[in-house]
Each structure stands twice: as C-alpha cells, then as structure tokens.
C-alpha cells in the first residue's frame, strides 16, 4: 500500500471512532471541519434531523481576498472558524460539540477551533 492511502484510511478510521461518540443536536450542533488539499471546510450539522445549519469554506472570496497567502494558510482556516461562529450566532447557536474529522488536533484544524472561539461560540 502507498503511503497517502494509509495515511487516508488511518484518517477515516479515527474519523469514524469520533462519530460513534460525537453527535450533533439542536441545541448543541457538530462544527465538524475538513480538510482538502487546498481548502478548508466547517459545517455546523444537527445529526438529529440530518441537517447543515451553517458553513464557511476557504473557496469563499470574502475569506481568501482577508486572508495572508493562499487560500490553503493557516490565516484562512481561522478565518473560516470566524465566519462559521458569526452565522452561527445569527441562527442563535452558542454551543457546539467539536468535530475534528480525524484530523490531528494541530494547524488549520486548530486554527478553525480558534477562530471559532475568538468569536463567541463554546465547545
């Protein structure tokens, strides 16, 4: 096996572990974060009724003309946990339980949790 399927099936295979425990709700939505090889993803789902509240993506112009280099920084993550806490906030969400997809707890998933922070949401 090469190394990048590895690494992809090592990734779903936490990701999956984390979904066993990790549900989303009314009250308290999935911020769950994704991660491209150019772009970063943040939806806030209610596992409930199956449905997507809000999201921010990198792909946005408003994000990538506001963030420093590409749209693939670490900037832009933080500024997608920013612009997905603000809409957020609009629907009245203040809660959510933190999805990070089987990704490491590092770089743009961090950034995204702390943009999302920074503009008033609780995990």
């Not at 409930?48 to 993550?77: D, M, P, Q, Y």
Request: aromatic share 6%.
């Amino acid at each position: 096996m090469d190394k990048a399927k590895t690494k992809r099936m090592r990734r779903e295979r936490a990701h999956q572990r984390i979904r066993g425990t990790v549900r989303g709700t009314a009250d308290r939505p999935r911020l769950c974060v994704f991660k491209s090889a150019r772009f970063v993803y943040a939806n806030l789902i209610n596992d409930e009724t199956g449905h997507t509240l809000a999201s921010a993506s990198s792909r946005e112009s408003a994000i990538v003309e506001k963030a420093e280099g590409s749209a693939k920084s670490k900037s832009a993550a933080r500024l997608v946990g920013e612009s997905v806490a603000e809409r957020a906030l609009a629907n009245g969400v203040q809660q959510v339980v933190f999805d990070r997809g089987g990704y490491i707890y590092h770089g743009k998933v961090k950034e995204v949790a702390e943009g999302a922070r920074a503009k008033g949401l609780e995990f």
